[in-house]
């Protein structure tokens, strides 16, 4: 099947501070992409859709301003952690669709301390 | 999307068949049946998806009512590496977003 990656796969930083965090589509291209957000012993929770080439959708109570999303590229979106805060780390996870089936990045866990 | 509803955890011994239900009464006419699985701190890993016939793959097996109301994820011999939460989710394609519920947490025993 398709595959995702992401990276990194886990990031510490301090509070304050901003992270990137990458998701790629190797082997399809992908025009819509989303990001989930899941907190321990809890259910993904999508955060936002990423639209290739325009701005990204995102979920009611998700800020756009602190969570900010670039669709550059057909293989690429990336996520960026604003300003990151304690309350902010949680296991970030990306999909990417092809034909009727999503595929999962490998999540990326963010520690902010 | 429609919401779905399933058991909260479930049990299974090593080597037997795991049938995990999910209801899904409101689905629409366009939209699938899909079941993905989560193994600890991993990306949701997808496992099977049907309209309305019954389907098998090397993982497991889809069982879909005729009313399409209800379905079950059949893994015919279990491990303890099918450990996981088991999501069962309705959506109707690539542009669509995923809404995940709770899911089954599914622990498989010696």
């Known amino acids: 099947g398709a595959v995702v990656s992401q990276h990194p796969s886990w990031v510490i930083c301090k509070s304050g501070t901003s992270v990137k965090i990458e998701c790629r589509s190797l082997d399809f291209q992908a025009t819509t992409m989303f990001w989930y957000r899941q907190f321990p012993k809890q259910s993904l929770m999508l955060m936002a859709t990423s639209n290739e080439g325009s701005k990204a959708t995102y979920e009611q109570g998700v800020e756009k301003d602190k969570f900010l999303i670039n669709h550059a590229s057909l293989t690429l979106s990336t996520l960026t952690v604003t300003s990151a805060h304690p309350e902010d780390s949680s296991f970030y996870i990306c999909?990417?669709?092809?034909?009727?089936?999503?595929?999962f990045g490998p999540g990326t866990r963010l520690t902010v301390t | 999307d429609a919401k779905t509803t399933q058991p909260t955890s479930m049990d299974c011994a090593e080597g037997r068949a795991a049938n995990l239900p999910c209801n899904h009464s409101?689905?629409?006419?366009?939209?699938?049946v899909y079941w993905y699985r989560q193994i600890h701190s991993q990306g949701p890993q997808y496992i099977i998806h049907g309209l309305k016939n019954n389907e098998t793959n090397e993982m497991a097996s889809l069982i879909i009512t005729e009313d399409r109301k209800s379905s079950t994820l059949i893994l015919p011999h279990a491990t303890l590496r099918d450990t996981a939460v088991y999501y069962c989710?309705?959506?109707?394609?690539?542009?669509?977003?995923?809404?995940f519920g709770t899911g089954t947490r599914l622990q498989v025993t010696l």
């Open positions: 409101t689905i629409s006419g366009n939209e699938y």
């Open positions: 999909s990417a669709g092809e034909a009727y089936e999503q595929y």
């Open positions: 989710i309705v959506f109707a394609g690539t542009a669509s977003k995923l809404t």
